[in-house]
């Protein structure tokens, strides 16, 4: 018997259900790629290695097809199995991924960029793209001080609650920035969570006249961020910027501070990606 096999029999394994979803289906995925996609999904972004009886309650799959497309996935390299038979990510997964991270052309563009603000706050920077309702974090330069983040390039975070999320979501024209802020699912992390649609929508016009946005402790608890927006629709690029540290290290006033130097960072970045990422000379 395989270890997919052995699993699936063994039943209930006691591992924390991934992204903490607590047994919820996920909607289904259509066409064999989609779903082989779900799966990968799950595993790579599971808090703790899942196990065939996690996936098979995380994922709307029946449990043959799950069977099929898990040891796809193994016989590809794109997940691994670990001597419990939990899922972890595969090495082909892990060399893309770094791959990809590497050659990233916007974010070797900003990194200079993100280096002098990293230089001139001493606190941890962010480098983020929007992607659909969440922003993915492309670069992190951390903090130099003994307490720092635990956010992770490659990890995203909701945008609703987050200060780069938000200065990503005011660059949305207002139609597209009202579509989505209908569609979050919103969870009030803190007591400063902004948890509906008009909550968040009227931060939106704050934001767009200073270019600034601010996360007052919304997404974790005594964790505060100054963040702007840069790129736009037209250039096919919205990301974001931003200086984040630990509430009792950063005030208010601290913030307010670094506004000046959060916009001239993102406008910055803008800049190059008009020389360098822009349409090239037809002559």
């Not at 699993?7 to 289904?28: C, F, Y």
């Not at 994922?59 to 972890?88: C, F, K, M, W």
């Not at 601290?254 to 000379?281: C, N, Y």
Request: with cysteine; proline share 5%; glycine share 10%.
């Amino acid at each position: 018997m395989d270890s997919l096999s052995e699993e699936a029999e063994q039943g209930a394994s006691g591992a924390q259900t991934p992204d903490g979803a607590g047994g919820a289906r996920r909607k289904p995925q259509t066409g064999t790629l989609g779903k082989a996609m779900e799966v990968l999904d799950v595993i790579a972004l599971a808090e703790t290695p899942p196990r065939f009886t996690d996936l098979l309650s995380e994922i709307d799959q029946p449990r043959g097809t799950l069977h099929r497309q898990i040891s796809n996935l193994i016989a590809e390299g794109l997940v691994s199995v670990n001597a419990d038979h939990s899922y972890v990510p595969g090495l082909r997964l892990l060399k893309l991924a770094a791959r990809s991270w590497s050659g990233n052309t916007f974010r070797l563009l900003a990194e200079p960029h993100i280096r002098k603000l990293h230089d001139e706050t001493g606190e941890t920077v962010h480098l983020g793209l929007m992607s659909g309702l969440e922003v993915i974090y492309l670069d992190k330069i951390e903090s130099k001080q003994t307490v720092r983040m635990h956010s992770q390039v490659g990890n995203a975070s909701p945008l609703y609650c987050t200060g780069v999320g938000k200065a990503m979501l005011a660059m949305l024209p207002e139609d597209d920035c009202a579509a989505r802020a209908s569609q979050f699912d919103y969870v009030r992390h803190t007591e400063t969570t902004l948890y509906t649609p008009e909550l968040l929508l009227a931060e939106m016009a704050e934001i767009r006249s200073s270019g600034i946005s601010y996360d007052r402790e919304e997404h974790e608890p005594g964790i505060r961020c100054i963040a702007a927006g840069l790129g736009g629709v037209e250039s096919g690029i919205i990301a974001g910027v931003s200086v984040t540290g630990p509430a009792f290290r950063i005030s208010q006033d601290e913030m307010v501070r670094w506004k000046s130097l959060v916009l001239e960072t993102a406008r910055a970045i803008e800049s190059d990606m008009e020389a360098r990422l822009g349409p090239r000379s037809q002559e």
